[in-house]
């Protein structure tokens, strides 16, 4: 992906990094941004980050092949989780295209694709990611577990979250619009869907620590509340240019 800033000129943007920036967002500093984007010092990977990626990664997998290969933490969330198939978009960039394959010197995952094919910008400064999966079938499984059909034209962005605490760190499906990455899923798909009227934003939360449990949290948003939502973030990235 290279630096995201070269000569104080922001080249590139992740969701997760809007959120280190903004001050309305839990634990965004302006100046933690600086530091490891402009200034280059890198954060250093805790116990708790490794555990996340090894459960994303046996969710991907099951998700694309409907292979059992979920651990206990993972197990927890399949309930909440879509079925496995070919339809559904997994680890799916915001250029509409999947992951590339991993790093075949280090192994690891790819992170990035060419910026200018990146479908979401936000102030003329296009955005990199992947989000975890993309439903498209129009039916979806709300809060309590059950399958629901949602109304004609609604795409779901669903994240797989790991926490310690699910009843005292997870985010209810009111409060998933006020974060950066929820709505900027939603703005990809708003872009990326002609027709599209709602998009269901839902995070599933599996529990680290204990006996294992999940839990799913999610909501129904128009679209053009998604494009408010984002033109906000829009005037945060400003401020990410001048700082």
Not at 28 to 45: A, D, F
Not at 48 to 65: A, C, D, F, P, R
Not at 188 to 213: E, K, N, Q
Request: glycine letters at 10%; charged letters at 20%.
């Amino acid at each position: 992906m290279g630096h995201t800033v070269i000569q104080g000129v922001i080249q590139s943007l992740s969701v997760s990094q809007v959120t280190t920036f903004d001050t309305n967002q839990f634990g965004g500093c302006q100046r933690r941004w600086w530091y490891s984007k402009v200034k280059g010092l890198k954060e250093e990977w805790t116990g708790s980050k490794e555990l996340g990626t090894k459960v994303h990664s046996q969710i991907e997998h099951y998700l694309k092949t409907g292979e059992e290969v979920l651990g206990k933490i993972a197990l927890a969330g399949k309930p909440l989780l879509p079925a496995p198939g070919s339809d559904l978009r997994v680890e799916w960039g915001l250029n509409n295209a999947p992951r590339p394959p991993k790093d075949p010197v280090t192994g690891e995952d790819v992170n990035y694709f060419p910026a200018h094919e990146s479908l979401l910008t936000a102030a003329g400064i296009p955005f990199i990611g992947f989000g975890d999966w993309f439903n498209f079938r129009g039916a979806a499984i709300d809060e309590s577990g059950s399958y629901v059909n949602d109304p004609a034209g609604t795409v779901e962005a669903g994240d797989n979250k790991t926490t310690s605490n699910i009843a005292k760190y997870a985010k209810r499906g009111h409060q998933l619009m006020a974060t950066v990455q929820m709505p900027g899923y939603g703005e990809f798909l708003r872009r990326l869907v002609l027709g599209l009227r709602f998009v269901r934003l839902s995070h599933i939360y599996m529990s680290t620590v204990g006996a294992p449990a999940a839990r799913k949290y999610t909501v129904l948003v128009p679209v053009e509340d998604v494009q408010k939502r984002w033109g906000e973030i829009e005037v945060v990235v400003e401020q990410m240019k001048k700082v």
